[in-house]
């Protein structure tokens, strides 16, 4: 009577060094073992002269900005994908419903603050979870960047009139 066995063989190979590695990958323990927070979040976003108060709640991925759909208020991809960065960035697509109201300055500086603004939400419910990869992504630092002053004797910030020999 033979026992058969069934042990599992690994395979080794060698890279250029000689240093032996299993082709086979280990399980990650990147994973944590508690699960992510669910709770509702607020915080304000500014970029430029825009302003958004965002609200995240849990739910499906809804987004109202200024009571329309974030496709209909930033009709343009680029920013709707600005916007969006913090949840990509985290992982936590479709998990909250954003609520915003955002005023001032044009779409560019309106979706910048509407980015910030999430990101910020997101830091606050959960800041050991979050924060690292928000801040690594440079998400939770306001663009300070503004329309400098016009100057005197100038047309615009720097703009002069135009020179005249004689």
Known sequence: MAETTTEETTEFQTNSEGVAYTSETAGSSETSSKPATIAPGAA???????????????????????????????????????????????????????????TGGGMTGQAGALRLGVARSLNQIDEEANRPVLKKAGLLTRDSRIKERKKAGLKKARKAPQYSKR
């Open 44 to 102: 304000t976003g500014r970029r430029k002269e825009a302003i958004a108060r965002v609200r995240i709640v849990p739910g499906t991925g809804v987004w109202t900005v200024n009571g329309k759909p974030l496709e209909e208020y930033l009709p343009n991809k680029l920013h709707q994908q600005i916007a969006k960065e913090a949840f990509a960035e985290t992982g936590l697509q479709d998990r909250f419903d954003v609520i915003a109201r955002v």
